[in-house]
């Protein structure tokens, strides 16, 4: 698929939605949810579609864009909010 194909596929009305219930159902926080699908369209859209022209055949496109989505996610979830760490108590214990 080229970039003007996956344009049109992840700006469907459809995918938009799509995006919008993973990012409801990945933060609690509407703000952080609504923050997190502009992030995922930003991304998916950067250079030209570059992450989804990554695409080589090997699955579905849609199950690629999926994977793509949550890859997105978790991106901005570190982004925003850093990586989970252990408390220093429980590193002191082993």
């Not at 933060?27 to 992450?51: G, I, M, N, P, T």
């Not at 579905?60 to 850093?82: C, D, Q, S, W």
């Amino acid at each position: 698929m080229n970039a003007e194909e996956w344009s049109s596929l992840v700006l469907s009305e459809v995918w938009i939605g799509k995006i919008d219930y993973l990012a409801r159902k990945r933060f609690s926080e509407l703000w952080a949810a609504e923050e997190a699908s502009h992030y995922v369209l930003e991304y998916l859209s950067a250079d030209d579609w570059k992450q989804c022209c990554k695409f080589r055949g090997d699955s579905k496109p849609t199950t690629f864009l999926y994977t793509v989505i949550n890859n997105a996610l978790e991106a901005f979830n570190r982004h925003k909010f850093g990586r989970p760490r252990a408390p220093i108590w429980v590193k002191d214990k082993g």
